[in-house]
């Protein structure tokens, strides 16, 4: 929580660092307040009409459903499931150094293994290394 909460949401804080403010800037800040306060509840207010009204439409399609005789797995997968996100395949190796009788490969995607730097740095080119 930040400083500025800490301090409004303590009475003793909160008071403290009001108490050098004129009465008139304190009425001030009260009515800002109170706007905040009045648009947060009109907001609350909307957000729950919505809602309600979402479930009413759900409940008179539920009843639509059952004049109908049909229930959710009649819809099958079409009733809120999602289907998962397919995973694309790895991506084939590009590059390959044998270093120790270990064989290390590198996509050429992302960060540049150390082997590699380490024989860039002698002098070889990438080109060397094409698989």
């Known amino acids: 929580m930040s400083e500025f909460l800490e301090v409004l949401t303590h009475a003793r804080r909160f008071k403290a660092a009001v108490k050098e403010l004129s009465l008139e ?21 909307e957000e729950q009409a919505a809602m309600a009204d979402r479930i009413a439409k759900i409940e008179e399609i539920r009843k639509q459903m059952a004049e109908v005789g049909l229930s959710l797995d009649d819809l099958g997968g079409a009733a809120g499931t999602k289907a998962a996100p397919k995973k694309r395949a ?9 270093v120790a009788g270990e064989t290390i490969t590198w996509t050429g995607q992302g960060r540049m293994p150390k082997v590699f730097k380490a024989e860039l740095d ?6 060397d290394f094409l698989i």
């Open 25 to 45: 800037e304190l009425q001030d800040l009260a009515a800002k307040l109170n706007k905040i306060i009045e648009e947060r509840e009109a907001a609350a207010e």
């Open 90 to 98: 790895p991506r084939p190796a590009k590059y390959k150094i044998e």
């Open 122 to 127: 002698k002098g070889a080119s990438m080109d």
